[in-house]
């Protein structure tokens, strides 16, 4: 007797797990959601958009001053034609280089007037310099701050540079090179640094004085990653040491909340990872990154919203301008977090396909352009209000595991009409091999519906994969799967 699976629920999110029923104990995820490679569109609650394909990837003019990664970026004035874009870097020569992209037309600006030139070659240390350490990006009292090892150094927004501003801040913490992140938060620039013995601690700018060490924290044996303000109390995330030629801590990382004016802090908590890559208020709740999950603080500590692979670094995570979280993962994914459309629940999806090998920070500019950096030597922008989409978008059904050998019989999709030029080829996958078969292609245009019946496809574990190659965002509705169990 033939059997029936159904999907008709789009918007679980990602499925934790790409097998479904998995007798061998592996994750059920429950209602089917989707693995993705590009993402999906939701519309209204009883329609599902799938295989949005992603942002147009747009030039950016001079974009070839741009010759290593970009680990931070800030814009001013994001809402009038002349705004920019600064964001810092550094090159295969570890020189730290501080860039100004022009929003109004997309141009890195090779040259500024009066004597400063762009990009600007920032005052390194040595050893501090390599890989992006010691770096970070915040704007305070009409100032643009940046850091870059021991130097703290600020730029007016105007024609003056002063890259030597300070040059008090820590290079080093439990023997490991560190960034500075920092934020203004309470009439202060607030600097994630360490003491000189080697401990973390909080350094304070309030626009006249800097004071070293204003929240000592140098008994903890753990680095600041990063930090987060909340608009009442500093969140900062610690985790141990990770370079292998300073000392060795093996323990659970930790966030500390600090109102930024006591002399200590006020609580503290133990995180469910080794590692914290970053923190981020959004809606008014909390959340942060490990290695291996993506958490939200609840109050009295981490509940783990779904598993992930590789946290994004600090400059990685912006929310957009229509309120969605977004972030780039270290494994080059970029995953977006919030209710799809209003009224549908937050959840955790891939939003589009980017392409490349993108390392570094991730900025939207507006409501159409999405800024990355790639790992080598330049930067990328995704457009919406390019002619075309971006790549070949992927959904895939979970991997289906069989009690035995199953046989596909029947396969019907159902969906809104198709507007002319979009194709999406449908394809059957066993688990056995990476190998696909193609059932068909679905193309005709103002159609509602397809079917194919194929004729030999037998696995004990199978998917169904739906790439679409071109032309609008189609509107699946629902996926209907007719199989037999093969008698033995």
Same mark, same amino acid.
């Given at each position: 007797?033939?059997?029936?699976?159904?999907?008709?629920?789009?918007?679980?999110?990602?499925?934790?797990?790409?097998?479904?029923?998995?007798?061998?104990?592996?994750?059920?995820?429950?209602?089917?959601?989707?693995?993705?490679? #590009?993402?999906?569109?939701?519309?209204?609650?009883?329609?599902?958009?799938?295989?949005?394909?992603?942002?147009?990837?747009?030039?950016?003019?001079?974009?070839?001053?741009?010759?290593?990664? /970009?680990? &931070?970026?800030?814009?001013?004035?994001?809402?009038?034609?002349?705004?920019?874009?600064?964001?810092?870097?550094? =090159?295969?020569?570890?020189?730290?280089?501080?860039?100004?992209?022009?929003?109004?037309?997309?141009?890195?600006?090779?040259?500024?007037?009066?004597?400063?030139? &762009?990009?600007?070659?920032? +005052?390194?240390?040595?050893?501090?310099?390599?890989?992006?350490?010691?770096?970070?990006?915040?704007?305070?009292? @009409?100032?643009?701050?940046?850091?870059? @090892?021991?130097y703290l150094g600020r730029y007016d927004l105007s024609v003056t540079f002063n890259h030597s501003f300070s040059t008090s801040l820590s290079t080093k913490c439990i023997g490991e090179a560190i960034n500075h992140p920092m934020v203004s938060a309470n009439g202060q620039l607030l600097i994630a640094s360490a003491k000189a013995n080697g401990?973390?601690?909080?350094? $304070?700018?309030?626009?006249?004085?800097? !004071?070293? +060490?204003?929240?000592?924290?140098?008994? /903890?044996? =753990?680095?600041?990653?990063?930090?987060?303000?909340?608009?009442?109390?500093?969140?900062?995330?610690?985790?141990?040491?990770?370079? $292998?030629?300073?000392?060795?801590?093996?323990?659970?990382?930790?966030?500390?909340?600090?109102?930024?004016?006591?002399?200590?802090?006020?609580?503290?908590?133990?995180?469910?990872?080794?590692?914290?890559?970053?923190?981020?208020?959004?809606?008014?709740?909390?959340?942060?990154?490990?290695?291996? @999950?993506?958490?939200?603080?609840?109050?009295?500590?981490?509940?783990? /919203?779904?598993?992930?692979?590789?946290?994004?670094?600090?400059?990685?995570?912006?929310?957009?301008?229509?309120?969605?979280?977004? &972030?780039?993962? #270290?494994?080059?994914?970029?995953?977006?977090?919030?209710?799809?459309?209003?009224?549908?629940?937050?959840?955790?999806?891939?939003?589009?396909?980017?392409?490349? !090998?993108?390392?570094?920070?991730?900025? &939207?500019?507006?409501?159409?352009?999405?800024?990355?950096?790639?790992?080598?030597?330049?930067?990328?922008?995704?457009?919406?209000?390019? #002619?075309?989409?971006?790549?070949?978008?992927?959904?895939? !059904?979970?991997?289906?595991?069989?009690?035995?050998?199953?046989?596909?019989?029947?396969?019907?999709?159902?969906?809104?009409?198709?507007? $002319?030029?979009?194709?999406?080829?449908?394809?059957?996958?066993?688990?056995?091999?990476?190998?696909?078969?193609?059932?068909?292609?679905?193309?005709?245009?103002? $159609? !509602?519906?397809?079917?194919?019946?194929?004729?030999?496809?037998?696995?004990?574990?199978?998917?169904?994969?739906?790439?679409?190659?071109?032309?609008?965002?189609?509107?699946?509705?629902?996926?209907?799967?007719?199989?037999?169990?093969?008698?033995?």
């Amino acid at each position: 007797m033939n059997q029936k699976l159904v999907i008709d629920n789009f918007i679980g999110g990602l499925a934790p797990s790409r097998y479904l029923g998995n007798p061998n104990g592996q994750f059920d995820p429950g209602p089917i959601g989707s693995e993705t490679s #590009a993402g999906w569109d939701i519309g209204i609650p009883d329609e599902a958009g799938l295989l949005r394909r992603g942002y147009q990837f747009d030039s950016v003019t001079n974009s070839g001053n741009v010759d290593g990664p /970009i680990f &931070w970026a800030k814009i001013i004035d994001r809402s009038s034609l002349g705004q920019y874009m600064f964001m810092l870097g550094h =090159n295969s020569s570890t020189t730290n280089k501080l860039y100004r992209l022009e929003l109004a037309n997309t141009i890195i600006t090779p040259t500024l007037t009066s004597s400063a030139t &762009w990009p600007q070659n920032i +005052a390194t240390d040595t050893a501090t310099s390599a890989l992006g350490f010691g770096t970070g990006l915040e704007l305070f009292n @009409g100032y643009l701050y940046y850091s870059s @090892g021991k130097y703290l150094g600020r730029y007016d927004l105007s024609v003056t540079f002063n890259h030597s501003f300070s040059t008090s801040l820590s290079t080093k913490c439990i023997g490991e090179a560190i960034n500075h992140p920092m934020v203004s938060a309470n009439g202060q620039l607030l600097i994630a640094s360490a003491k000189a013995n080697g401990g973390p601690c909080i350094d $304070s700018y309030d626009g006249t004085t800097l !004071t070293l +060490a204003k929240l000592d924290m140098s008994k /903890i044996e =753990n680095i600041i990653r990063c930090i987060e303000f909340d608009g009442s109390q500093l969140f900062i995330g610690l985790s141990s040491n990770n370079d $292998s030629t300073g000392t060795q801590f093996a323990g659970k990382a930790q966030v500390i909340l600090w109102d930024t004016v006591s002399s200590s802090w006020q609580q503290a908590f133990t995180f469910p990872e080794e590692t914290i890559t970053n923190i981020k208020a959004y809606n008014g709740k909390i959340f942060a990154w490990g290695k291996r @999950g993506f958490y939200q603080f609840t109050g009295g500590g981490f509940t783990r /919203i779904r598993a992930i692979s590789g946290g994004p670094i600090m400059g990685a995570v912006d929310v957009s301008p229509n309120g969605i979280l977004y &972030w780039k993962s #270290a494994s080059n994914q970029v995953y977006a977090f919030g209710p799809p459309l209003p009224g549908l629940p937050e959840v955790v999806w891939k939003p589009y396909e980017t392409g490349g !090998t993108e390392s570094g920070f991730l900025k &939207w500019s507006d409501y159409t352009n999405l800024y990355l950096s790639t790992g080598s030597s330049s930067l990328r922008r995704y457009s919406a209000s390019g #002619a075309g989409g971006y790549g070949t978008a992927e959904w895939r !059904t979970p991997m289906v595991k069989f009690p035995q050998i199953a046989r596909l019989i029947r396969v019907k999709i159902f969906f809104l009409p198709l507007t $002319s030029g979009t194709t999406v080829d449908v394809k059957w996958a066993s688990d056995t091999g990476s190998s696909t078969t193609t059932l068909g292609t679905i193309s005709t245009a103002s $159609s !509602t519906d397809w079917e194919y019946q194929p004729n030999g496809l037998v696995s004990d574990s199978w998917q169904l994969i739906f790439s679409h190659t071109g032309g609008a965002t189609p509107k699946f509705k629902k996926i209907e799967i007719e199989y037999s169990i093969e008698q033995s």
